[in-house]
């Protein structure tokens, strides 16, 4: 947990300015991503969570705050470096299955062309196609064109197409979005067996709560900001089951800011004040009411 994070975001706002009116998507988010680990990243709709990918795949630019991704400053990045971290250090897939292939070349060609971006040459670019295609569970597909391919199958390729370069990191937006239950099972398994078996860096925007619960990292979003995060842990019992732990944790910031989860605020009536007290080993938070009771007693 100490090595430097592959992708630190800090203090990250981005203001959307329309004709009369100015949107805060993010205001002032945190998050750190360790190399190798599998995140997913969810929140109501509008809370922030395609504004953050947008700047993390260097589509998009922040109004303020820090932005790193290895040894790229996204916030100070020329357009070549751009263009050079788009092409080599990350991959991306969208929820449209329609924007991540161009739909006259064959699943195969697709996977070659970001390598043929970068300057493969073409057996080498045949080979790692065939071989990603391949891990993927589609060797047998190779030929065929986007149309000609399930939304799932596509949504593989897909996949593929991201790795083609061997980026560090793989961003996914809604990338299951499009799917039905049992074929977004099957996209989000090949997700997982890419960040065990190449140790790619995965980050996933989601909605479903049954992709988020099978990663090891669960990060929310809300109004902007990371407000909580759910890390889970498997270990096996008595019975030699494999049982899965989530712990749920709240974000704080570097003001010391976080944010109570609802249904703790609605079960101990907690509004606007509350009491803090510092004890050896943990912070204790009582409402304000409880605290006139104790009358200082303590
Ligand atoms: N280009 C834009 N111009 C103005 N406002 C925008 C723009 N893009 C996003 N917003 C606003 O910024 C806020 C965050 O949007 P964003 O798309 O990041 O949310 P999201 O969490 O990805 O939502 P969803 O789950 O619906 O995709 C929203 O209020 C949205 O209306």
Not at 34 to 57: P, Q, R
Not at 185 to 193: C, G, K, L, Y
């Amino acid at each position: 947990a100490t090595a430097e994070p592959l992708i630190a975001c800090e203090n990250l706002v981005r203001i959307y300015q329309t004709a009369d009116v100015e949107v805060q998507a993010l205001q002032g988010l945190d998050l750190h991503v360790a190399a190798g680990t599998m995140v997913a990243i969810v929140g109501a709709s509008g809370s922030g969570k395609s504004t953050l990918l947008g700047i993390l795949s260097g589509l998009d630019a922040p109004t303020a705050g820090a932005a790193r991704v290895g040894s790229w400053d996204l916030v100070s990045m020329s357009a070549s470096d751009r263009l050079a971290y788009r092409r080599s250090s990350v991959g991306f897939v969208w929820q449209q299955t329609a924007r991540n292939l161009v739909p006259y070349l064959s699943a195969q060609r697709n996977v070659e062309l970001p390598m043929g971006l970068n300057g493969a040459r073409s057996r080498v670019r045949a080979d790692r196609a065939r071989d990603l295609l391949a891990s993927l569970g589609l060797a047998d597909k190779a030929g065929r064109r986007p149309g000609e391919l399930s939304g799932g199958e596509q949504q593989r390729v897909a996949i593929g197409v991201a790795l083609a370069n061997e980026p560090a990191v793989v961003f996914a937006d809604e990338p299951t979005g499009e799917l039905d239950t049992a074929t977004g099972d099957e996209v989000f398994a090949a997700f997982r067996r890419v960040n065990a078996e190449r140790g790619t860096t995965v980050v996933i925007v989601t909605h479903d709560a049954a992709v988020s619960d099978q990663v090891q990292r669960t990060v929310a979003i809300r109004d902007g900001r990371t407000s909580s995060e759910v890390l889970r842990s498997t270990s096996v019992d008595e019975f030699g089951e494999a049982q899965v732990t989530a712990r749920e944790f709240a974000v704080l910031d570097r003001a010391g800011r976080l944010q109570l989860p609802a249904g703790y605020r609605q079960a101990l009536g907690l509004e606007k004040r509350v009491r803090l007290e510092l004890e050896s080993d943990h912070v204790g938070v009582w409402p304000e009411d409880d605290g006139a009771q104790a009358g200082g007693e303590r």
